[in-house]
């Protein structure tokens, strides 16, 4: 799948809205780190490194939200097919 640059950004909004479905916090922060899922006081939180490309912040997403378990929830089919080829490309 070829996704463009320009559709990165919709990506993101709804890999966010999946994240808060499945009760995690999507939180962009600035740091010398690569991001990914975590657990903080029992929270649920996906951290990404605000300076990244959109590209790799949809990465961090898809790969956080294989971690938290997508496939018990429903997604559109081509969202779906995003988060599982974004999340096998760390």
């Known amino acids: ?5 320009r ?5 993101i909004q709804d890999l966010r809205s999946v994240a808060n479905q499945l009760g995690a916090t999507v939180r962009f922060e600035k740091g010398d ?19 990244a490309n959109l590209q790799r ?3 961090i997403l898809s790969d956080a939200l294989k971690e938290l378990g997508v496939d018990e929830i429903y997604l559109n089919p081509r969202l779906r097919e995003i988060i599982e080829e974004l999340g096998d490309s760390k």
């Open 1 to 5: 799948m070829k996704i463009k640059e």
């Open 7 to 11: 559709e990165f950004e919709d990506i």
């Open 57 to 59: 912040k949809a990465i």
């Open 33 to 51: 780190f690569k991001g990914g899922y975590c657990l903080i006081k029992e929270n649920k939180v996906i951290v990404i490194n605000k300076n």
